[in-house]
């Protein structure tokens, strides 16, 4: 038998809790890089979305340029515009402050800025997407 003079005491080393930590610091470093991605992707499908809104009012206008007026007067449109049809809500209530905690409760990850209401426009002008 072996007796136990000189040994290190039983229990975990000090590598596992090194391990442990650089295996913490790595996860949250992808995770910030996959809200960040994510947070790229949904300004790149705001602006598709964007896009495509703009160039259905253009067909829309053109189709209604070919067409006589219509006489029925429960057919008319509430709002017309210049450019075409006007959505009937123009934000007249948008969010001016959020319900959402500014950093989640027990999140390691270091949060971005929240966008709602008014901050979209504000994000375009500056030209930021992350």
């Not at 992808?30 to 809104?53: G, L, P």
């Not at 009012?57 to 450019?83: V, W």
Request: hydrophobic share 30%; aromatic share 6%.
């Amino acid at each position: 038998m072996v007796d136990s003079i000189g040994r290190s005491s039983i229990g975990r080393s000090p590598m596992v809790g090194k391990k442990r930590k650089n295996f913490l610091k790595k996860t949250i470093r992808k995770m910030e890089v996959w809200r960040d991605k994510a947070r790229i992707n949904i300004f790149q499908q705001r602006d598709r979305y964007k896009q495509k809104i703009k160039s259905n009012q253009a067909l829309m206008k053109a189709k209604k340029s070919g067409k006589l007026p219509n006489l029925n007067p429960s057919s008319c449109l509430s709002r017309l515009h210049e450019d075409g049809l006007q959505p009937k809500s123009i934000h007249r209530f948008q969010a001016t402050h959020s319900t959402v905690p500014a950093k989640p409760k027990y999140s390691l990850v270091k949060p971005r800025e929240r966008i709602y209401g008014n901050k979209w426009e504000k994000i375009e002008k500056e030209g930021k997407a992350i």
